[in-house]
């Protein structure tokens, strides 16, 4: 679906997950020009998406020749990429002064930690965060709404949203506790916003999901992509019980897996893809005496990716091509 002079608008959510393969079900979707990036993985978040690629072992035995030269991005990754921000462009982050102060730490965390990579980069800071008051209007009022007014190419809000009836009319549920909204014509981005869900957010995990879903508004699209597996769903809910239901729905990405963006279906523990914060899910443990998965620091394969878009800038996508 179209709206004014969007041409794609992407939601690139994080799925919960639990240990030996129970997943929270949610699906990503493509329909009339919208398309959704799920992901998965253990963490919390809003679409399932699952392992990936190549083995480890394949990867540190292929050649230079099967890199992206200069940035040594994998040929199963060129395609791992949304349109880009200006990395030498800081992008404002209205934070909503609704989220708690220790949410708020949390989500400053994450920011902090993609800005020490951006200083290491090209000495400068990716975000410039501030907390403010936001507005109804502010955020997106349904799943394909582009007419919100919070945030521009060079504005991200991250919005507290824990309506019931907003987080519907996303097309989302307790299996997705955050969503990255983006809006863009042709390969000039528009705006963008995440939506965070806090009733189905484990604390421990806030910072882990602002971490992933901050990579999605540089422009990273998850680390794989693809199907993920069938099984029972164990869907979590605010007071940390879980509920059981039969989920028969194959979990799957925003695009299909091809030679040029790895399924993470292949995609095994100990893989870098796996390991990635932008893996397309967050576990939940199986009892509740363990502790939920978390990824506050960036990995080896979150680094390379966004080193691409450091080097190439907003002609990323073009250079993959």
Avoid at 39 to 51: K, R
Avoid at 88 to 112: G, H, M
Wanted: hydrophobic residues 35%; aromatic residues 6%; glycine residues 6%.
């Amino acid at each position: 679906m179209v709206r004014s002079r969007v041409e794609n608008r992407f939601g690139c959510a994080f799925v919960l997950m639990r240990h030996r393969a129970n997943v929270a079900g949610g699906l990503a979707r493509s329909a009339g020009g919208l398309a959704r990036s799920v992901a998965l993985c253990l963490a919390l978040g809003m679409f399932p998406l699952s392992g990936c690629g190549v083995s480890s072992s394949e990867v540190d035995s292929t050649t230079a020749s099967s890199t992206v030269s200069t940035c040594n991005v994998l040929d199963d990754q060129k395609e791992s990429f949304l349109v880009p921000v200006d990395p030498k462009s800081p992008l404002t982050v209205r934070i909503d002064s609704k989220f708690s102060r220790e949410e708020q730490s949390k989500i400053t965390n994450a920011i902090q930690t993609w800005n020490s990579f951006s200083q290491k980069m090209n000495s400068t800071k990716v975000f410039l965060a501030e907390v403010v008051e936001l507005d109804t209007s502010d955020a997106p009022q349904s799943d394909g709404d582009c007419d919100f007014s919070g945030g521009n190419s060079n504005v991200l809000t991250i919005i507290k949203q824990n309506s019931a009836v907003r987080w519907d009319a996303y097309k989302l549920d307790s299996s997705n506790p955050a969503v990255t909204i983006r809006c863009q014509s042709g390969e000039d981005l528009l705006k963008q916003a995440i939506l965070i869900n806090t009733r189905f957010v484990k604390p421990v995990q806030l910072q882990s999901i602002a971490l992933h879903e901050l990579g999605h508004s540089l422009g990273l699209d998850h680390s794989c992509t693809g199907a993920v597996t069938k099984t029972r769903s164990q869907p979590a809910v605010s007071d940390g019980s879980a509920l059981e239901r039969e989920n028969s729905a194959q979990l799957l990405g925003q695009l299909s897996a091809s030679s040029r963006f790895a399924s993470c279906s292949n995609v095994t523990v100990g893989h870098p893809y796996r390991d990635a914060v932008m893996f397309p899910v967050l576990s939940l443990p199986s009892k509740l005496s363990e502790t939920p998965e978390t990824k506050e620091s960036l990995r080896s394969n979150d680094e390379m990716r966004a080193g691409c878009i450091y080097h190439f800038g907003l002609k990323l996508r073009t250079e993959m091509r």
